[in-house]
């Protein structure tokens, strides 16, 4: 079975769903580098929090613009 990879994600070692989930984590939620790592390795996805934090610099500014994007707009009610 041959799959597809985004050319963004293609020299990473693991999967773009992986590395956008631990991005995602990381900038939708107050976690820490190695709170991530340790949620990722419940599920069995075994990365360093040095990973995880290359990760976030490299896609990170993709994903906190779209969660910035999301927030409700304050008003004048």
Do not use: D
Request: charged share 20%.
């Amino acid at each position: 079975m041959n799959s597809t990879r985004h050319p963004r994600y293609a020299p990473h070692r693991f999967p773009a769903e992986v590395i956008s989930h631990a991005a995602w984590l990381y900038f939708g939620f107050p976690l820490s580098l190695r709170m991530v790592e340790e949620m990722l390795a419940a599920r069995g996805i075994l990365v360093s929090h040095e990973t995880v934090r290359q990760w976030a610099l490299k896609f990170g500014q993709n994903f906190a613009n779209q969660i910035r994007r999301r927030l409700p707009v304050p008003c004048n009610k």
